[in-house]
């Protein structure tokens, strides 16, 4: 029997579908291995004060997420599931659609009760005193239209930037406990759309290339808002799609100076894109296993200043640290 030769896009077809394609966050180490991330890249790091600071909020969130009863859990993603027709998650939309769906009014007392957890640490300074004092007195109204701005509904008021990052952290672990409704075979990226959370719709904060089977050497974009990872072909640009000699590695130069050798070698890299001069950190789990998305990108903010000077643009925000538009 004659043996037919497989063509290139049949070869990157079949070994697509051994891909695990979606690694979903997981309740008891989401958050936890998140804030261990930030203490440890506070110990070295020029904004380690700031970085303890977010791992007490992250903390908060791992309580916050630990605490909600099975019943309340139950009743929450089960009211999220029932707001989106068989037809839509059968169109390939997002099922838990950051920007469509109604939020049930858990996720401000989510805020409030990370709000109070930062203030009784004590540790923040006068400003966030204040900030947090006044999203706790806020009405509900106006953390409404906050998260509606955050998650870029259209036709939101204006980001309130000081405000952002803990109304983003309350979205997040309101969207995380929503996505423990979901098992990684019941998704899968999107055809259309695969630069954004086939769960949320939200766009990647960066992405990782995993270390350990089944996902070994794959790379996977990591959702800003519900943490889902989603398989995405590498040396690819995650926003515009751009390939080949456009993409390119950067990393800060360790002590010895050697940008060459950091861009080879480094744990956290950015993939820019000469398409679109944009970029996002990648992270190897290989050279670290404590890599963690959120916390990484924020403990290299130093290679965002120098891409930032050569002229590339970030892509997406930092759920934490929130800038104003025009920043
Ligand atoms: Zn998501
Ligand atoms: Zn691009």
Redesign the pocket.
Known sequence: MAQRILEPGEIETLASRDVPRIILADRDSLFAARAERLRALAATSAIGDYLQLLAVLVDAQHAQLAALRPERLAELQSAAMAQQPPAVAAAGMPPLHAASLARDDEWRSILRALCRTCLEHGGFPAEAHGVLERLIAAPDAWLDAQADAVLEVPGAAAIDAVTAPFVMAALQVYWTALALAFKPTDLAPMADAPGLCPLCGTPPVASVVHARAPHSSYRYLSCALCACQWHFVRVQ?S????VGK?IAYRALAGIDGDEAAAARDAAVRAET?D????YRKILYLEKDPGVEPVADDLGTLALDLLLGEEGYQRVSQNPLLWQASGD
């Open positions: 640009c926003h515009c799609g751009g456009d894109c398409h679109c001069h944009g």
